[in-house]
């Protein structure tokens, strides 16, 4: 089995910056590809930002110039650098997984339970 566990997120002003985590744990074999999604109220979930095993990125166009997705192979850690928040980035923001467990299981996708962020003055 396989966690994800997100953190990072708080109240800022808008201008202000926050930087996400999730972090991969459990029994791990490999993970193929990570993403950030996020939920306002009363709206669907969005796709914000994913990347693949070799590094590539891709970013919505609301978020692009100012998130930036990097990783951490080691850690199993993926980070969400967010500038120039607005109050329009005020959402639940989730880290979803592609991740095989062990070399004989296929992968699956994992979801983490979410982290708030809130940016208002």
């Known amino acids: 089995q396989a966690q994800l566990v997100e953190s990072g997120g708080g109240l800022v002003q808008p201008g202000g910056s926050l930087r996400l985590s999730c972090a991969a744990s459990?029994?791990?074999?490999?993970?193929?590809?990570m993403a950030w999604y996020r939920q306002a109220t009363g709206k669907q979930r969005e796709l914000v930002a994913n990347?693949?095993?070799?590094?590539?990125?891709n970013y919505a166009n609301s978020v692009q110039g100012r998130f930036t997705f990097s990783k951490d192979d080691a850690k199993n850690t993926v980070y969400l650098q967010m500038n120039r928040l607005q109050p329009e980035d005020t959402a639940v923001y989730y880290c979803?997984?592609?991740?095989?467990?062990?070399?004989?299981?296929?992968?699956?996708?994992?979801w983490g339970k979410g982290t708030l962020v809130t940016v208002s003055s």
């Open positions: 990347i693949t095993r070799d590094g590539n990125t």
């Open positions: 459990g029994t791990i074999f490999s993970v193929n590809a």
């Open positions: 979803n997984a592609e991740i095989q467990a062990t070399m004989w299981d296929s992968a699956m996708e994992y």
